[in-house]
């Protein structure tokens, strides 16, 4: 019987609201046990920080001009990020931490992935083994850094007997799709970016309320799409160049198009506009692999509006449904799959492959501080 660790995973994804933390039991190959899963919302100054400041840098040219702030926001998150360890971590080398940090840019045409988190500082206040740094490797071998969890979803999906092939759809700040043919112990699975998620939707709100996101859907419910604007989105879209990246950053898409719309109408276009991609790639992704099962996760999954009008768009034949009718928690798959990577690189496992990052070989990530 191999050897299972415990393992705290913490992730803070694109919307840049608070870190996710969850606590797994795994062996790090096809055992694995949720302990517990919390929530961490971020305070308003550090979350207004993360994104003026991801606002500003559009280039790697940016990360060096911005390293003053950039170094005082790392401090912030890194000291938050600490206060969860401390709370919820074991003071043992039985237990690892799996610190992926706050993306501010991610530019896979460049082979840049950063992340703000001090592992160093978290290990000097926290005296945990900390793992972190995943997709460094992963980008030094030629691939694009992400998605990276794939590998996790296909551990989930078989522990759960859930019948395959199935294709798991995480709509966060990006959307990204894991199609699954096998179970653990094959690599006969796939994943890339197909879009934005809730990006869009969430940087209109933010810009135009004191709100962080469109909750359940509500504002774009209350408002029209503008059909001219609409096709013009989607037809630069489509005309866009880099067409077979299989990663996206936020940067990638922007809002100007709806300028000068109401809330509502702003919002109800882009939900529009992001709906329609989601659904585009699902068809043109799963249709040739017979796939007709789609789980859902992701915060996205709450917006209402913008799952209804994936559904609409689909055909008949597929069938979209929330991961957690399988008593999977939708809100914390990342954090886990980060659990599981600290206990995967302590194993010298691989956590990236060819048909999931673009990587030109199967790939282990993250680098360690214990000492």
Known sequence: MQKKYTSLGLMSGTSGDGVDASIINSNGVNEFESIKDKFYEYDDNIFREIHEIKEKINSKNDLVKLIPGLNELERKITLFHAKIVNEL?????????????QTVYHNSLEKISKQLGDAKLLHQLTKNKIFFNFRKNDILNGGEGAPLTPLYHQLIISKKKIDLPVCVLNIGGISNITIIKKGIGSDDFSSKDIGPGNCLIDSWVRKNTNKKFDIDGKISMSGKKNEIILEQA?????????????????????????????LQDGAATLTEFTANLISEALTENLSEHNIKKILLCGGGRKNLDLIKKIKRNLSNYMQLELIDNYKIDGDFIESQAFAFFAIRSHLKLPISFPNTTGCN???????????
């Open 361 to 371: 070989k199967a790939c282990t990530g993250g680098e360690s501080i214990e000492t």
């Open 89 to 101: 971590a074991e003071k043992n080398k039985e237990w690892f931490v799996g610190f992926h940090g």
């Open 234 to 262: 989607q037809e630069l879209y489509a005309n866009r160049l880099n067409k077979n990246k299989l990663s996206f950053d936020v940067g990638d898409f922007d809002i100007s198009f709806a300028r000068g719309l109401s």
